[in-house]
């Protein structure tokens, strides 16, 4: 099955200007993930979807962070606008279950941000 | 809050040898804990997982064990090969309805030929 796609790979920016990320889940999963991944930590999670329902935004920074899931598949993350310490591994990941779930999350490739 | 420690935070082996890798969780209600191996520049896989209902799993060289009373987990991988090398992440489901993971912060795993 295809995985987890994220487009771009690399993006990078000046401070203040704004980004938007992208992800395409596997196919039928219902539950998607956008973690940030700083170098040299683990990923934190910013924000869970279950189909189009946000479950879980509590770390997303909203002041600048904003992210959506229309019709439950794709969904997209912006930052605007964005800060030096944003520059980090964005990663996208979904699972096949909704509802509290333990179910396996399998990871897209990751968008690296720098921000100059 | 929910917290994930591990450690330790490198480790450097011979080829053959063993490596073990440690984590702790704060949250007594978690009751899953995947392990996923992540290669440089690339996404975290995973690589193997445990519930709270067993104390241990293996799949050929790797295990892992749990102890719920100490609330902590351990990744070991025995007969280590110079491709084991890349970082580790251990994880913990979070006491939160929804299936948010905790991860620790990582171990970068070196297997020397």
């Known amino acids: 099955e295809a995985g987890v796609a994220q487009s771009p790979r690399y993006k990078i920016i000046e401070k203040r200007q704004s980004v938007a990320f992208w992800c395409n889940p596997i196919?039928?999963?219902?539950?998607l993930y956008w973690y940030q991944q700083i170098l040299g930590q683990g990923p934190k999670l910013l924000i869970q979807?279950?189909?189009?329902?946000?479950?879980?935004d509590s770390q997303l920074p909203k002041d600048r962070f904003s992210a959506e899931r229309l019709k439950g598949v794709d969904s997209t993350l912006k930052i605007q606008p964005a800060k030096l310490e944003d520059s980090a591994v964005y990663l996208c990941?979904?699972?096949?279950?909704?509802?509290?779930?333990?179910?396996?999350?399998?990871f897209g490739p990751g968008t690296r941000l720098t921000v100059l | 809050g929910e917290n994930v420690e591990q450690h330790p935070s490198t480790l450097s082996v011979q080829e053959g040898d063993s490596a073990v890798i440690k984590c702790t969780y704060s949250?007594?209600?978690?009751?899953?804990f995947p392990w996923y191996k992540q290669e440089l520049g690339k996404r975290p896989q995973l690589i193997i997982d445990?519930?709270?209902?067993?104390g241990e799993k293996k799949d050929q060289r790797i295990a892992v064990t749990l102890n719920k009373t100490a609330k902590h987990f351990s990744l070991h991988i025995t007969e280590t090969q110079p491709e084991d090398s890349a970082v580790y992440f251990c994880?913990?489901?979070?006491?939160?309805?929804?299936?948010?993971?905790?991860f620790g912060q990582g171990t970068t795993l070196q297997v020397k030929p």
């Open positions: 990941a979904s699972s096949l279950l909704a509802g509290g779930n333990t179910d396996t999350q399998y």
């Open positions: 196919s039928g999963h219902a539950t």
């Open positions: 979807f279950q189909n189009n329902g946000v479950v879980d």
């Open positions: 949250d007594s209600a978690s009751n899953y």
């Open positions: 445990i519930r709270s209902n067993v």
């Open positions: 994880a913990a489901h979070g006491s939160s309805n929804t299936g948010k993971l905790i």
